[in-house]
């Protein structure tokens, strides 16, 4: 469904008065969204999978693995929790107000917005979903243009599984996600670049709308002289080159000791050779660019660098050769942009200190990686940089955790979801005192006239 | 010429140097705070009486005393703020640590306002330098006499590398919010809000705006006019009604309007005796400019208790007004002064309509002898906090979030809420290397065994476990 400016306005409008009839207050109500979301999950899995093949050369498994399994086991736990999450949350009182009631009370705060990305367009749109519809949200969905298969999938099975008036879907380009920015929403969920997080939130400030920006970054990938290179690398390579680079959490590219450097780069390559074979083009299981635009970009970041490995790519299928650089150096263009893609940058640094140093001096990641096996090692790194998650000794994976927050710090973002985390974003959490209307003598104290003399304390 | 630019590198120094960092060096500019209160109380007392012409009284309940709870409050869970928070793990983490750390975001600005000036400073500097921040503080320039002893007298208490004051009017604010800050915490209007988000989007500053709107109060039918109107009074004449939370508006019946009427002229009689411009209990309005406002604002409806103003004196009198319509400036701007409308409802419904119609407020009240009639209230609006059966005493309670919603503000603080407002929350997991093998299950070259091996495993264990 393409949205020309009156009918983006419509569908907004009909959002909120579906919001306003009350209708997404009770929890039965919810879960039975919850429960249609699992139902289309399931039932339209092939359709699912076919639109992701078509848009980023996924398979099933990738596309179940990857994706599809995020959003089933947030719709689980969230269908399991929420209901704990939205009772009123009694609280400490003090001593004068014993006599009362003291709790936070939840609520939704009415139409939000999310806005999807096209990398992992089924998840990174639905996931957030799931925890806007719990708190009892209408939710407006615009998927990204760039997956457009994804999109369109998603505007044509969405309104068979779930209240078509609640929670529509937009499709379009820049121009109607400008449309869609001038209208008013309760909060706003985006995931994307931090140039367009910039855009959304000054649109966002004009109506006072809080948001949520899940934006990226270079995320840095320490590999210290003390472990174990074989399984780090294997990790590594796994995090990395999933979907052809194009995760924001992926490891961006890695910091280490000259004296490992060649190790690194043979034993990534064993990995990929395991991982798909002496001609990845040739895997079902590497990915494709989402688009020429961005094919171009990345093999530009190429140039003039050390390939160790790969280097090619096919423009005609958007393929690029698993790729690792070596000696790169800090200025190029490689190391001034999110790679967001399968190219590796290898960075040497001479210390754990110069390591900190380097990452310290830039915008702050949306995660870190750190490899060591030295615990002291990892401390360190942890407590002297900051990003928005950390895994030691793994990458990807602390966005697995339900019970962990989700989101960056600094440029890479604002906000956080995912569980517990989702449903506290899209949700007012009130604050409320509630008196007996007697013992005024007990208040008399605190009305003027106040005494001459003040009480000591 | 950028008069900031220096100040602002010199905080960032001394943060990227990890000073602000150890729970001794916080706690000793938390101990600094306390010291800053307790050795010139009496100072503040005068500079809030000649700002605000407070009592002793106020200043000591809304400025003094809530400040140095909110001190003593860190002072004690400080270090149980600052830990490590351990979080559930899911079967694939068992033997891995998760945990949240609290991490400081950096430069902070704080952005006070004339109303609370001691208070509404203080409180946001406790949690942003308990969290481990830089802070730069921009008090307001309305408030003079405290803006003074904010500028010239606190930084003595306080470590002077990682903290400090900046002055000026709206254009040096400005001037102020081009430079990018980690974190922006603004007390202020909705209008200035705007403003202040926007300048955060440049940066991707992340804010916690605590705004304004006409905070409801309803009376029910059902109830004790006198105990009400005392509640009602006390908070809206409070600091001659220059309180973000204070009660904006009454909606109730004509009848119940008709035995709420005496009782508020002998609530404020007993509270402000016959001539309430010669009690020391009632404040003035902060300048001229308020001032014009809010004597323009008598005009509207009728006048039926008050109504008096003095403009040598910035004095408005404790002040009710009936037969008010809703398009009236009284009933369209927030009031922030001693005057109260009333506005008639015919029920329950009509009155949760007419605030359902608006602006989300800040804060909602609700006076009834009918819990039920309170919880309906509650359940059918939304308000950044909510109080049945008094004023605004929601915000004495540390341990409940104090914010707005809407057009009200975004963020919240107060107590633990304060540190986690200026602290990045960073997840963090641990792993080890080993179990490789386990883990092998994820990597390519996926076969359809693999998956139907993993989906197994994920379906009899049917909880949250992603296998990687």
């Not at chain 2, 005496?262 to 400019?289: C, V």
Request: glycine share 8%.
């Amino acid at each position: 469904m393409v949205g020309t400016m009156s009918a983006v306005s419509e569908v907004v409008q009909r959002a909120r008065a579906a919001f306003v009839s009350g209708r997404t207050r009770p929890l039965q109500f919810r879960v039975q969204q919850l429960e249609g979301l699992r139902r289309l999950v399931r039932e339209r899995e092939k359709d699912l999978v076919g639109a992701l093949a078509a848009d980023l050369h996924k398979n099933e498994w990738t596309a179940y693995y990857e994706e599809i399994v995020y959003v089933l086991e947030e719709i689980e736990y969230m269908i399991k929790n929420f209901p704990e999450w939205a009772a009123d949350e009694p609280v400490e009182k003090t001593p004068q107000t014993q006599q009362d009631e003291s709790y936070i009370h939840a609520e939704p705060l009415g139409v939000v917005l999310i806005i999807g990305t096209w990398n992992y367009p089924f998840s990174l749109t639905i996931q957030p979903m799931v925890g806007a519809i719990a708190a009892g949200n209408a939710v407006v969905l615009k998927p990204s243009e760039l997956s457009e298969n994804m999109a369109s999938l998603l505007a044509s099975i969405l309104p068979q599984y779930l209240d078509k008036d609640l929670y529509p879907v937009i499709n379009g380009g820049i121009p109607e996600t400008t449309e869609v920015l001038k209208e008013r929403f309760d909060h706003i969920f985006y995931t994307g670049s931090t140039g367009v997080g910039k855009v959304v939130m000054t649109a966002a400030a004009k109506y006072l709308t809080p948001v949520t920006l899940e934006l990226g970054g270079k995320n840095p990938c320490y590999v210290d002289k003390d472990c174990d290179l074989d399984i780090a690398c294997r990790r590594i390579a796994w995090g990395k080159f999933m979907n052809s680079g194009q995760t924001c959490v992926g490891p961006d590219y890695i910091l280490c000791d000259p004296s490992i450097q060649n190790q690194i780069v043979e034993k990534l390559k064993k990995s990929l050779k395991e991982f798909y074979g002496e001609d990845a083009k040739k895997s079902r299981d590497y990915g494709r660019i989402i688009n020429s635009w961005h094919f171009q970009r990345v093999m530009g970041l190429m140039e003039g660098q050390k390939v160790a490995y790969g280097g090619t790519g096919d423009v005609a299928t958007r393929y690029i050769a698993p790729t690792i650089l070596t000696d790169v150096d800090p200025q190029s263009p490689v190391m001034q942009e999110e790679v967001f893609g399968p190219v590796m940058p290898i960075v040497c640094v001479r210390s754990l200190e110069e390591a900190i140093q380097f990452i310290n001096q830039r915008a702050k990641p949306l995660a870190l990686y750190v490899f060591s096996l030295n615990d002291k090692v990892i401390k360190k790194m942890i407590a002297e940089t900051s990003s928005g998650g950390v895994t030691a000794n793994d990458v990807v994976v602390h966005i697995t955790v339900h019970s962990l927050p989700y989101g960056g710090v600094g440029d890479s973002g604002m906000g956080s979801y995912h569980g517990r985390t989702s449903f506290e974003t899209f949700s007012h959490r009130r604050s409320c005192l509630v008196r007996p209307l007697l013992n005024e003598e007990a208040l008399r104290a605190r009305y003027p006239p106040s005494p001459a003399k003040m009480p000591r304390h | 010429m950028d008069p900031f630019a220096d100040t602002l590198q010199r905080l960032r120094e001394a943060f990227s140097s990890g000073r602000t960092r150890p729970a001794e060096f916080r706690a000793a500019q938390l101990e600094g705070l306390s010291r800053f209160l307790q050795e010139n109380k009496q100072l503040l007392q005068e500079a809030l009486a000649q700002d605000l012409h407070k009592s002793v009284f106020e200043s000591e309940v809304s400025e003094i005393s809530i400040s140095q709870n909110e001190i003593n409050l860190a002072l004690r869970d400080l270090r149980a703020w600052m830990k490590d928070e351990k979080v559930p793990k899911n079967l694939a983490t068992q033997l891995d640590s998760a945990f949240i750390r609290k991490e400081p975001f950096g430069l902070v600005l704080i952005i006070a306002p004339w109303n609370y000036p001691l208070n509404l400073t203080l409180t946001p500097l406790v949690g942003a330098l308990a969290a481990g921040n830089c802070v730069v503080l921009k008090p307001s320039e309305i408030s003079k006499n405290t803006e003074k002893i904010l500028a010239e007298v606190l930084p003595r208490y306080l470590d002077q590398s990682c903290f400090a004051v900046v002055l000026g009017g709206p254009q040096e604010t400005g001037q102020l919010l081009e430079h990018k800050f980690d974190y922006i915490f603004f007390t202020g209007s909705p209008r200035v809000g705007k403003i202040v988000m926007a300048a955060a989007a440049k940066h991707l500053t992340p804010v916690t705006l605590e705004l304004g709107g006409k905070n409801p109060c309803y009376v029910d039918d059902n109830c004790d006019p006198q105990t009400v109107a005392n509640r009602v009074a006390f908070f809206r004449y409070f600091n001659t009604g220059q309180t973000c939370v204070a009660p904006d508006y009454v909606l109730c019946s004509p009848e119940m309007q008709a035995r709420l009427l005496p009782a508020l002229q002998s609530a404020i009689t007993r509270f402000y005796g016959e001539d309430p411009q010669s009690s020391p209990d009632l404040g003035r309005i902060i300048n001229e400019k308020n001032f014009q406002r809010l004597r323009g604002l008598l005009s509207c409806g009728r006048v039926a208790i008050g109504g008096q103003s003095d403009e040598s004196d910035r004095y408005i009198a404790p002040t009710v007004l009936v037969d008010v319509q809703e398009t009236e400036p009284v009933m369209q701007e927030e009031i922030f002064g001693p005057i109260l409308p009333i506005v008639n409802v015919r029920s329950l419904d009509e009155a949760i309509a007419f605030i359902t119609r608006r602006e989300k407020p800040l804060a909602l009240y609700a006076f009834s002898n009918s819990s039920q009639v309170v919880k309906q209230i509650l359940a059918q609006t939304s308000s950044g906090g909510f109080c049945g059966n008094d004023g605004f005493m929601h915000l004495t309670v540390a341990s409940l979030p104090f914010g707005g919603v809407g057009a009200s503000g975004m963020g919240s603080y107060h107590g633990k809420f304060s540190f986690d407002t200026f602290s990045h929350h960073r997840a963090c997991l641990l792993r080890r290397p080993g179990l490789e093998k386990i883990y092998a299950l994820r990597y390519p070259p996926h076969t359809p065994r693999n998956l139907r091996v993993l989906l197994m495993a994920m379906e009899t264990r049917c909880c949250s476990c992603t296998l990687l």
